[in-house]
Each structure stands twice: as structure tokens, then as C-alpha cells.
């Protein structure tokens, strides 16, 4: 041991007794100078004695000198001589003092220490503030086992549990007492756990021979043996309170190891997530209840959150297994919501620690079932989660709720020349068969609310045909479709009233719009598509008619006349307003009334048609190219049969050699001047020629996205318009030429997955150009963004080929180690447009990407896919962890890539090297009041076995982790 200066006792001896050397002679006159010479003492005089001349002169010497002093020094009058045979007895009972022999054994144990302790690695109290360097420490050793008798063993557990300091135990250490032996001393013994901890480093270094590794080792595989065995020998249900105690015991030995770093956290954290399998198959055989077992095992799985949350793969299967016994307690009896809340608890904290791994995690094993389990049981059983689980589920879903909307975006969920054409054949049927034949594709090609509330805007918006020669009928059969798509969710109700409102505002000169915008209002009523009540309750949601300035005058004046009309139809057809929403209504008409009755210019009441934008002479280049835009500009789903034969007699007309091209050019500044349009546009080249919508998906996933070409005065990306838009349009026309390439894909009937691998390997080709480009390129963030969202719908033709998913892992590292390393990319607006539009950053999106591929299941997000194929990842597993350490990444980006690789976090740039926990030994006493541990300065003391010194951070002030198993029982 070594201690500092401060620390060390003083004791103040004189100096040391050393064998064969002779000592000074020592006399009153080493202490009084002014004593006669003839008093000194040494070994001679008191071996022969005093002779008679000696007294005699010392007599007349004494009796000279009190009668020359005059005033009598009382000094001289108490002194006096001792004779020979006092002096001897003096002596004798000196050398048989017990005080001074405690005395002279001190100092002969200080003259050892002193000899035992290095000149080097001791430090005074104030110098431990900051970390050792392995120059700074001196080799030593950990204290040596030695055998005693069955007694000094039983001697020893008793000193070990008691204050005494374990300084005094260290040369007491028993030998033999290992394994099954070992824990049922330290629990029979009631050793507390930090002391326990002590002896078992003794024990387990000298078993080893100071291999640190093999103690770690060892001392894992007998913890996990001796928890076997309580777990397997006795039901946990039916224990007595002596082994369920001693289990306890065992187990909080386990949980202080994990806490110190004793014990190697991954064999500990399998054995356990296997005993959870094992009690999952054998459930129905087994005596003891899911509860009993977590109760039991809570302290366990609470210690081992940091391992489950450092792999994605660790934390899915840990929070399965607590999962599966939540839901077991649940469907008990009599349900402990303490122990619920206790597990939940445990749940969130890895969902919060590591949510990377629950936003990939596939279906059934994520914060879904979860979701599910705390939703049935809130209203069943009135039992609620911790409010961590609930933070981190909500949080969570959203995360999930924004990738789904990433890889399955709304201009690709119908198909929209199929349900025109099932629109177009409603006219002619009635009621029944209507809703025959649109239940009828809804079934085969509508799945899930995106797709359903795509149905409803393009219904709407079929239903408002000003040029309709049979409007009634028109818009009977939409209100059959939205009835029968409306009838299986009540959740379309807000899209139709939203659609409403959005249409409400555009007024033609005539004011045909606005009536043909209340007859449809009027027919969803009639077909009970929307209820009167519904509409009421949203103009008064949305404040429509609360106070002038609240809404636009055309807004206000449209519904006005919606109520107008919905009023006039009831009391046409004689069916009876309730009372209360008939005055409701009257209300909102008055105050729409007066609100239009301040307004003293009728021309607010009409809104400017949308214009089309004005465009240089030099984007477009001849009168059909001019008319090819009039037609996709102004095209709508009302109108795409008719203008599909327009179409098709302009593009005939173009030069065959330069067609595609300026077919592409055209495109590009439709969707640059109007990217709603973007959809249509690609559902008419399709159904125009399959052939060119294959050549102009060619042209643009390559030739205008390619890199090469982004600076080119022809690219849409330096054109006029894209320069006079504002960075929100910017980053909107860059979205909407990815939805083009998807809707092209979408609406190809065959050869769809050679086009997608196109389009995927464009994508990869181009991530690498800008990630290794030397110069800046113009808004690479945002070229990032847009490649991605493309390759995110695309993503199950990525999970179906090995080679395509083993390139993109590799791709991810070289994107991130373009801007989050030493490149000087700077964010642009566009850029920050995009993360707001996605909902999460560019680093979120790539760690996302990687973690989903690399685990290789679908996530919740993904679409469903079939079997997927078989991969070997433990060979791409290390090439990706070299290529992950060469490049200068983030150390934060870097740990959630590590986490859901599965890899190591040893790397040095992640973690600072330290002392090995089994390197380091506490010895010392501690006190005990009220349940803390007070630290003295003895506590101080302790070694490395690679130092003479304190371990690093200084006090010894040791946490609490002992087992209070005497106030359990």
C-alpha cells in the first residue's frame, strides 16, 4: 500500500533502535547543559557501579555549590543522585514496559513500510484530480492467499463482515474458498457487497496468476453458474426465504460487477436474455408466474440497460423479453401496477438510451406492440406505463411516422387514370351498383389512409368539371365513391371539409366555381357523405365567420351560401333541422352577413385566377413546346381524358431526333412553375407511350441529375425561374423531380424493378460524385436530401439484393464523412428547408437508412415485402468497422452507427483508455450511519497492480451497493 504524507501517521520516537550499532551516551546534560560532567551515564559506569571516590567528589561538589548560591536555587536542592542498584531497577522495568514495547514495535512496522514503499507514484491529497500516466506508477502486487485452519477461515468472513479494516485482512486472505464455496461464506457471513467485492478480487487474482482477463473471465463464467443453479434448483414462486435471499445476495454481487466493470457485460447480459427464452417456451410448465420472475430479476435488468442499449440488436431483443413478461402480468389476476410501472420504467430508459434501434426495429418487435399492450390495458385495467415509456413511445412513432411518409409519398399512392376511369363509369349506374363497383376497387387497389385520402382529393376535384355536360351526375357519382370510401374510415371526414375549404377561396369571373362548389356541398349532404352538423362545427373550429378579418370575403361568402343552399334542400324535401343547429346555422349566416356588409368594395370579394408564370423567350424555344406546357399546366384529373389526345398530337410533332429531350426540358419547367402538377404529368406519359416514359425517366434520373451536368445553362437547376424562386420553392421543385421519377415508375406496367435498379444505381453513382467532389458544389446538401428521397420509396428493391444493400452501408460512411468530418460544406437555406419538410436532420435520415439495411428485416415504415434473401454479414461486418474507423466522422454519429453495426466502441477516438477495474483494490474501514457511507481518511488507501498509487478521481467514498437482506428478513 501506499499512502500520502498527510494521510500517514506520525510518531514521534526518536530515533530507530537498528541492531549492532551502538547508541550515544545520553545524560541529564543532553537535556540541561548546566549539569556537572561527572552525572554522565554510560554503559560502563552502569555495569561496574559507582565508585566511592566518585561520590565523595560529587558530594563536596554539590555542597560548594549551594553554599555559592546565595538565594538557595531550589533546582539544586531537589536534585538528587541515584544509586547504582535504583538505576538497574529502573532500567529492568523500562525494558518490561508493554507501552514502550507497543512503542518500539510501531516503529519497527514503520521502518518496514518504509523500506516496502517506491520512491516514485506518491501523491499528496490536492494532486488527484487528474488522470495517471503509466510513468507515473511503479509495478506491485495484490496480497497473497495463505492457508489456515477451517477456524481462521471462519474468522476471517467474521472480521471481513464487521468494520474491522481491511488493511488488517489483506495478509488473512484464506486459500480454497472458491466458486459455490465462496458465495455461500460471503452470504452466510452477511459480508456487505462492496467488502465482499473486495476479497473476491484477491481471491480470483491469485487463482489467475494477476491475468486481469482471466479474472474477468472467470469470476463471470462462476456468477453466472451459481445464478443457474439458485434459479434452476428452487421455483422462484415456492422458494423458501433463506434461497430467495440468497439469490438476492448473488445477484447484487452481479450488479455491483457491472457497475465497477468486474465482469464481462455481454456473456452476463446473453445468459440472462436466454433464462427469459427458455422461461417463454417452458411458461405453461412452469410453477412460478412472469411476475414472480420480474419482481425477482428487476435490479438485474435495471443494471443491464447500458449493455442493451449499446447494440440495436441487444435492446430489441431486451425489451421483447420484458415485453412479453409485461403483458403476462397484465393478464394476471390481480395485477401489481407497481411492478408495471417498474418494468416500463426499465423499457423506456433503452428506448430513450438508443431509440436508433426501435425506429428500424421490424414489425411486432418496436414500440408498435407496445403501443398496443399500454393501449388495451389504460382502458381495461386502468394501469398506465411510466411516463418515460409513454415520452419515448410518442416520441419514437413520430420518428416512424416521418419515414413512412419519406418512403411512401402521397403522389404514388393511386393510380390515377384507374379511378377516373371507375368515376367516369358510375354516371351511368345507380345507387347499389355504384357502391358494387367502387367497393369493388377499392378492395384491389386502394391500401391504407394515404391512398384513401388521395381518392378523395382526386373525386373532389373530378366532381368540379365546369365543362361537364351532366354536372348533377358527375357529382352523384362522386359522393357514391366518397360514401363507399368514407364508410370503412371515419377519418376522410376532415380531408373532404379541408378540400372545401381550399377550393372555397377560387372565384372565376362568372361565379359558376362558387355554385358548383355549394350543389356538390348540398349532394354530400343529401348522401349523407357529410353531416350538417360536421360542416358547422368546422367553420366554427376554424373561426371562418368569427369576426371581419378572421377570413377572406370569398371564403366567408361561400359558406354562407353553403348554408344558405343546405337549409333550402331540407326544407325542399321536408326534412326537419334540429332546433339548436338550426340557430346554430342562422348565427354564423348573420355574422357572415355583417362581416360582408363592412366591406364596401365588391371587388374583395374576387380573388385574381392563378396565373401562369411569366417565362423567358429562351426556356422555351418554338410554339409547340409552348402548347406542350399550356396543356400540362393547366390539366387537371376532371379533364385528362380529353387532353390526353391533345397531347399525344403535339408530341407527335416534335423533331424525332431531339424529342425526348425537349419533351424532358418542357417537363422540367412545368414542375419548376407548378409542382402539384407533377403527378398528372406523369400518369399522361404514361398512358401516352410506355416507351417514352421509360426514355424520359432515363433522361432525368441521369442526365439532369447527373452531377456533371448540374452547373450546365441547360439544367433546370440554372434556369431563370429556379433562380427568381425563393429557397422553400427551390428545395419543392427539387422534391417534386424525385416524385416525377417515382410517379414515371408507379404508373410503368411492366419492367418496373430493371427501371428502379436504374434508378438506385444513378442515385448511388451521384451520392459518391457529390460526397467525394473536391470543389463545393452549389447546394450539396440538398442534392443529398433529394436523392434520398428517392432511394427511401425505392427501398425494398434495396432489401431484395445483397450487392445493392452491402453498397449502400458503404456509401452511408463516405456521405457522412463528406460534411460531418473535415469537409467545409456549409448548410444551405435549401438544405434547412429540406430537414424541415422531412422532419429530422440529414444525420438522423443516414443513420436511420443504415441501421435498417444493416439489420436487414423491413422495418414498421417499409412496405411489406416477401421472403427476403439470405446474407452473410459477418465478413462485411469488419470491413465496415475498418472503414468506419479510417474515416473522421463524429464521434456521436459514429456511436450510433457502432450501435446498430453491432461493432466494438473500443475505438480510441470514442474511448479514453483506463485502469482495468480488476487492477484497482480498496482497502480500508468504512462506517455506517443512517444508510451512507461515510468515507475516513484510511479509506484512502489503495493500490493498482501497475501502481503504488490511488486510484484516479481520489476518494474512496464507495457507493452503496450493499443487499439489506437483514431488514428483508
Known amino acids: 500500500r501506499a499512502m500520502s504524507h498527510s494521510a500517514r501517521p506520525v510518531i514521534n520516537i526518536g530515533e530507530p533502535i537498528r541492531p549492532g550499532i551502538v547508541p550515544a551516551n545520553a545524560s541529564h546534560s543532553d537535556f540541561d547543559v548546566e549539569l556537572h560532567a561527572s552525572e554522565v551515564l554510560d554503559r560502563a559506569s552502569i555495569r561496574h557501579g559507582w565508585h566511592a571516590g566518585m561520590l565523595t567528589a560529587n558530594i563536596k561538589a554539590n555542597a560548594a555549590r549551594q553554599s555559592a548560591d546565595d538565594d538557595g536555587d531550589e533546582r539544586h536542592k531537589k536534585r538528587m543522585m541515584y544509586l547504582p542498584r535504583e538505576l538497574a531497577e529502573m532500567i529492568r522495568m523500562t525494558k518490561n514496559s508493554e507501552a514502550l514495547q507497543e512503542l518500539r514495535r510501531q516503529a519497527f512496522e514503520g521502518v518496514k513500510r518504509a523500506r516496502r514503499m517506491p520512491t516514485t507514484g506518491v501523491r499528496d491529497d490536492e494532486e488527484y484530480n487528474h488522470a495517471l500516466s503509466e510513468k507515473e506508477t511503479t509495478s506491485w502486487g495484490a496480497p497473497e492467499l495463505v492457508h489456515v485452519s477451517a477456524e481462521d477461515v471462519r474468522g476471517f468472513f467474521s472480521a471481513l463482515a464487521s468494520d474491522d479494516a481491511l488493511s488488517s485482512l489483506e495478509r488473512r486472505a484464506p486459500h480454497g474458498v472458491r466458486k459455490r464455496k465462496l458465495f455461500e461464506s460471503l452470504y452466510e457471513y452477511a459480508v456487505p457487497t462492496h467488502r465482499a467485492m473486495w476479497f473476491v478480487k484477491i481471491n480470483y487474482l491469485s487463482q489467475c496468476r494477476r491475468d486481469v482477463d482471466a479474472c474477468r473471465r472467470l469470476w463471470t463464467e462462476d456468477l453466472i453458474s451459481q445464478v443457474r443453479e439458485l434459479l434452476r434448483d428452487e421455483n422462484i414462486a415456492l422458494a423458501p426465504a433463506e434461497t430467495q435471499s440468497e439469490l438476492h445476495y448473488v445477484l447484487g454481487l452481479g450488479n455491483y460487477s457491472i457497475e465497477q466493470d468486474l465482469i464481462d457485460h455481454k456473456a452476463y447480459f446473453g445468459y440472462f436474455m436466454r433464462y427469459f427464452t427458455e422461461h417463454k417456451k417452458y411458461s405453461k410448465r412452469s410453477e412460478s408466474k412472469a411476475s414472480d420472475v420480474l419482481r425477482t430479476l428487476m435490479s438485474v435488468l435495471r443494471a443491464l440497460v447500458p449493455e442493451a442499449a449499446g447494440s440495436n440488436a441487444s435492446a430489441i431483443t431486451f425489451v421483447h423479453n420484458i415485453y412479453w413478461c409485461l403483458k403476462e402480468v397484465l393478464d394476471e389476476e390481480i395485477v401489481d401496477s407497481q411492478l408495471v410501472k417498474s418494468a416500463s420504467d426499465v423499457i423506456g430508459a433503452v428506448v430513450t438510451a438508443n431509440d436508433d434501434a426501435f425506429v428500424a426495429a421490424p414489425r411486432g418487435q418496436g414500440v408498435d406492440v407496445l403501443e398496443e399492450l399500454q393501449r388495451a390495458y389504460a382502458k381495461k385495467k386502468r394501469i398506465r406505463f411510466s411516463s418515460r415509456l409513454s415520452n419515448a413511445i410518442d416520441q419514437t412513432t413520430q420518428r416512424i411516422a416521418l419515414l413512412k411518409k419519406s418512403s411512401d409519398p402521397k403522389a404514388i399512392s393511386i393510380h390515377l387514370f384507374k379511378l377516373i376511369s371507375v368515376l367516369h363509369e358510375l354516371i351511368g349506374l345507380d345507387e347499389v351498383q355504384g357502391r358494387e363497383k367502387m367497393a369493388e376497387f377499392v378492395k384491389t387497389n386502394i391500401t391504407g389512409d394515404l391512398a384513401k385520402n388521395s381518392v378523395v382529393e382526386v373525386t373532389c376535384d373530378w366532381a368540379m368539371d365546369l365543362s361537364a355536360s351532366d354536372v348533377g351526375g358527375r357529382q352523384k357519382a362522386a359522393c357514391v365513391a366518397l360514401g363507399e370510401v368514407t364508410a370503412s374510415s371515419t377519418s376522410l371526414i376532415p380531408e373532404i371539409l379541408s378540400w372545401i375549404k381550399k377550393n372555397s377561396v377560387v372565384v372565376d369571373e362568372k361565379r359558376m366555381q362558387s355554385s358548383l362548389m355549394s350543389s356538390l356541398v348540398v349532394e354530400m349532404i343529401r348522401s349523407k357523405v357529410l353531416a350538417l352538423q360536421q360542416l358547422v362545427d368546422f367553420v366554427i373550429a376554424n373561426g371562418i365567420v368569427e369576426h371581419q378579418g378572421s377570413s377572406s370575403p370569398v371564403l366567408v361568402e361561400s359558406y354562407r351560401d353553403y348554408f344558405a343552399q343546405s337549409l333550402a334542400h331540407y326544407e325542399n324535401s321536408g326534412v326537419g333541422v334540429d332546433k339548436k343547429l338550426m340557430l346554430t346555422i342562422k348565427q354564423l349566416m348573420k355574422s357572415a352577413e355583417d362581416i360582408l356588409r363592412t366591406i364596401k368594395s365588391t371587388s374583395a370579394l374576387e380573388s385574381a385566377s392563378p396565373q401562369q408564370p411569366s417565362l423567358l423567350t429562351t426556356d422555351l424555344q418554338s410554339d409547340t413546346e409552348k402548347q406542350i406546357f399550356d396543356v400540362f399546366y393547366s390539366v387537371k384529373p376532371a379533364v385528362m381524358l380529353s387532353k390526353l389526345a391533345e397531347l399525344g398530337t403535339l408530341c407527335a410533332e416534335l423533331e424525332s431526333g431531339s424529342a425526348q429531350k425537349t419533351l424532358c426540358r418542357v417537363i422540367m419547367m412545368v414542375i419548376a412553375s407548378k409542382p402539384s402538377q407533377t403527378p398528372v404529368m406523369a400518369e399522361m406519359l404514361c398512358e401516352l407511350n410506355v416507351d417514352v416514359a421509360k426514355s424520359v425517366l432515363s433522361h432525368v434520373s441521369k442526365d439532369v441529375l447527373g452531377v456533371k451536368n448540374l452547373k450546365t ?155 427476403l434473401p439470405y446474407r452473410e454479414t459477418s465478413s462485411l461486418k469488419g470491413s465496415l468497422e475498418r472503414a468506419l474507423n479510417a474515416t473522421k466522422i463524429a464521434a456521436v454519429v459514429q456511436m450510433r452507427i457502432r450501435r446498430a453495426l453491432g461493432a466494438s466502441s473500443d475505438a480510441p477516438k470514442l474511448l479514453i483508455k483506463k485502469v482495468d477495474a480488476w487492477q484497482t483494490l480498496e482497502s480500508g474501514t468504512h462506517a455506517v450511519e443512517t444508510g451512507v457511507i461515510v468515507p475516513k481518511v484510511g479509506e484512502k488507501a489503495a493500490f493498482w497492480l501497475e501502481g503504488a498509487v490511488r486510484k484516479p478521481a481520489g476518494s474512496m467514498a464507495w457507493e452503496i451497493y450493499n443487499y439489506r437482506f437483514n431488514e428483508e428478513k
Open 713 to 867: 445553362a441547360e439544367n433546370i437547376f440554372c434556369s431563370s425561374i429556379w433562380q427568381q424562386s425563393t429557397a422553400n420553392e427551390r428545395w419543392v421543385i427539387a422534391r417534386s423531380i424525385g416524385e416525377f421519377q417515382l410517379c414515371l415508375l408507379h404508373g410503368i406496367p411492366q419492367g418496373k424493378k430493371a427501371l428502379a435498379e436504374e434508378i438506385i444505381d444513378a442515385d448511388f453513382a451521384q451520392l459518391a460524385e457529390l460526397a467525394a467532389a473536391k470543389t463545393n458544389v452549389s447546394h450539396t446538401l440538398m442534392h443529398f436530401w433529394l436523392r434520398l428521397s428517392t432511394i427511401m420509396p425505392l427501398i425494398g428493391y434495396i432489401f431484395m439484393s445483397v450487392p445493392a444493400s452491402e453498397k449502400v452501408s458503404q456509401l452511408i460512411f463516405t456521405v457522412l464523412d463528406s460534411f460531418t468530418g473535415k469537409s467545409v460544406i456549409d448548410a444551405s437555406e435549401e438544405a434547412i428547408a429540406a430537414e424541415l419538410d422531412a422532419g429530422e436532420s440529414l444525420v438522423d435520415r443516414l443513420v436511420h437508412l443504415f441501421s435498417v439495411v444493416w439489420m436487414g428485416q423491413v422495418p414498421q415504415w417499409a412496405p411489406i415485402l416477401p421472403k
